[in-house]
């Protein structure tokens, strides 16, 4: 359950009430700093869609296939397109009515093309998961980051858990031991609620 107390966010599982104070406009960037510091990497969709690509063309290569290694890499390379937010304002119309009404259709020919290539990018991805190296090493270091990203968040927002405030570090974030008094299975949806409280825009997309 996600209510508001005293204008603070707040998060009740298993019955404890998880207290978030609000972000403000500094946090977000700081966070990126720490986690830049620490060399937590994100990777970008143009990494995946470069990587992906290569990755199924060489597989294709490797199987005696090298056309369907390209038609592959067409599809990842499309898909990762597709990923990038449509943006209303690059849209060369002066009637606002009318660019209302092009971009909604734009964002239902995206859809429809996400649809349509997903079961081929489910099964080239997983491909790409068990014969491609580089594939599996940016996998990782975006695994990584969503991990660490979610603690940094919780650390950074969450003030209070059922009741008790633990102490803040040098750099403002709550100690180690409150988070890990935390139970294991609510780290999760805490960790995806504390980022979508920093970036909500972003996590609306990722999800």
Known sequence: MTTVMDHRPLKTLGGVDFVFRRPDLYDLPAMRRRLRMARVRRPTLLEYSAIGAAGARR???????????????????????????????????????????????QQQERREEIA?????????????????QDWAELKADADYWEEISRIDAVRLLLVEIGGKVFPRDADGL?????????????????????????????TIRKN
């Open 59 to 105: 597989i294709g290569e490797a199987a005696g296939d090298p056309a369907e290694g390209a038609r592959q890499a067409e599809i990842i390379e499309r898909w990762y397109e597709l990923m990038v937010p449509l943006d209303e304002d690059k849209i060369d119309e002066p009637d606002l009515e009318a660019r209302a009404k092009l971009f909604a259709q």
């Open 116 to 132: 349509s290539l997903y079961p081929d990018v489910l099964a080239i991805e997983a491909n790409l998961d068990r014969h491609c």
């Open 174 to 202: 709550m100690i180690e031991d409150g988070y890990q008094s935390i139970p294991p299975q609510h780290r999760l949806p805490l960790g995806t609620f504390a980022l979508g409280l920093l970036a909500p825009d972003e």
